[in-house]
């Protein structure tokens, strides 16, 4: 038992780097073809990116804002507010990172479609 704790302790840091090797920069094409008409699952919130701009958050309600895409980067904007905040993005597979200038990381992941 020894043994495997040991070995596990050793390969820990490299599992944790292999995996942040496979989260790859996001283009502004990417960006947009990996969020428009789809909904994503962050924890207990989600967010469904309308084709038309608009974008629902829902945290356990309901906040509608605007989304688009500058450059290589998805950009949003929350009423009353005026101001659009941008975000650069990772993907790998099925998920995503959202990643403020601060360095602050959102994660999310496809929300399977509704049948």
């Keep these: 038992m020894r043994q495997f704790v040991l070995f596990f ?3 820990w840091p490299f599992a944790v780097q292999a995996d942040e090797a496979a989260w790859t920069p ?3 094409a990417q960006i947009s073809a990996a969020l428009t008409g789809r909904v ?3 924890g207990s919130a989600w967010q469904d990116f309308r084709a038309s701009g608009k974008t629902l ?9 605007y989304w ?4 290589d980067q998805y950009c ?3 009423p009353p507010s ?4 941008c975000y650069d993005m990772t993907g790998n597979g099925d998920r995503l990172r959202f990643i403020g200038a601060a ?6 992941v496809y929300r399977p479609a509704a049948d």
């Design 40 to 42: 994503v699952q962050y």
């Design 103 to 108: 360095g602050d990381i959102s994660e999310a």
């Design 57 to 65: 958050y829902n945290a356990g309600r309901d906040s509608w804002g």
């Design 82 to 85: 005026d101001l659009w905040a």
């Design 76 to 78: 949003s904007q929350w």
């Design 26 to 28: 996001l283009s502004g």
């Design 9 to 11: 302790m050793l390969c």
């Design 68 to 71: 688009r895409v500058e450059g």
